[in-house]
């Protein structure tokens, strides 16, 4: 299957400051990637919907100037988290669509557990 | 309401039993996924499909358009089948508007 890669897989830092968190589609070009957000045995959540070349779209009460997506080519969406806070702490998850003719398949890269001290 | 609803939400099994986890939905969806995220975190695509049956090894996921319902079966579960087990549903005819149920959470005891 197609491979989608998130780096870091964790990252502990201080409050205050900027974490970035890459998602990568390694062997297909994604025009739309998205950022979730899970926390301990919750199912995911949406925050953005990435498109290469445009503006994200961010769901209902995610903020746009906290969490930063960048999608400026086809294989590269990123996320970054400014003046990062405690709470920011949690698992963050991309996925990329895969789309070849019919309905899209997703693909999921493997998290990105922020902890923010 | 849930526009995507599982159950149960949490199961425990025995080893070598056949499991059955359910998906029932509101919205017309164009395709739906299944979803297996182990502990750790990673999130791996089991299938997508958008009518009948899929088969891959001891996993079958069937759906039925009209009653808007799918399921996921597991034949001769094994403990390495634990996991939390997701359907999302790709909403109308667009492939970018995937809503997600909760999530099942299975524990296959030895």
């Known amino acids: 299957g197609a491979v989608v890669s998130q780096h870091p897989s964790w990252v502990i830092c201080k409050s205050g400051t900027s974490v970035k968190i890459e998602c990568r589609s390694l062997?297909?070009?994604?025009?739309?990637m998205f950022w979730y957000r899970q926390f301990p045995k919750q199912s995911l959540m949406l925050m953005a919907t990435?498109?290469?070349?445009?503006?994200?779209?961010?769901e209902q009460g995610v903020e746009k100037d906290k969490f930063l997506i960048n999608h400026a080519s086809l294989t590269l969406s990123t996320l970054t988290v400014t003046s990062a806070h405690p709470e920011d702490s949690s698992f963050y998850i991309c996925s990329a669509l895969k789309r070849g003719g019919g309905t899209g398949e997703l693909f999921f890269g493997e998290g990105s557990r922020l902890t923010v001290l | 309401k849930n526009e995507v609803e599982q159950s149960p939400q949490n199961l425990t099994a025995q080893e070598g039993e056949f499991i059955t986890i359910n998906c029932s939905y509101s919205?017309?969806?164009?395709?739906l996924h299944w979803l297996q995220q182990h502990p750790g975190g990673g999130i791996v695509s089991l299938f997508m499909l958008s009518s009948g049956k899929k088969k891959h090894g001891r996993l079958i996921a069937t759906i039925n358009i009209q009653e808007k319902h799918s399921s996921l079966h597991i034949t001769a579960s094994h403990p390495r089948d634990s996991a939390v087990y997701i359907c999302?549903?790709?909403?109308?005819?667009?492939?970018?508007?995937?809503?997600f149920g909760k999530g099942t959470r299975l524990h296959i005891l030895p």
């Open positions: 999302a549903g790709a909403e109308g005819n667009r492939d970018d508007k995937i809503i």
């Open positions: 919205v017309g969806i164009s395709a």
């Open positions: 062997d297909f070009q994604a025009t739309t």
């Open positions: 990435s498109n290469e070349g445009s503006k994200a779209t961010y």
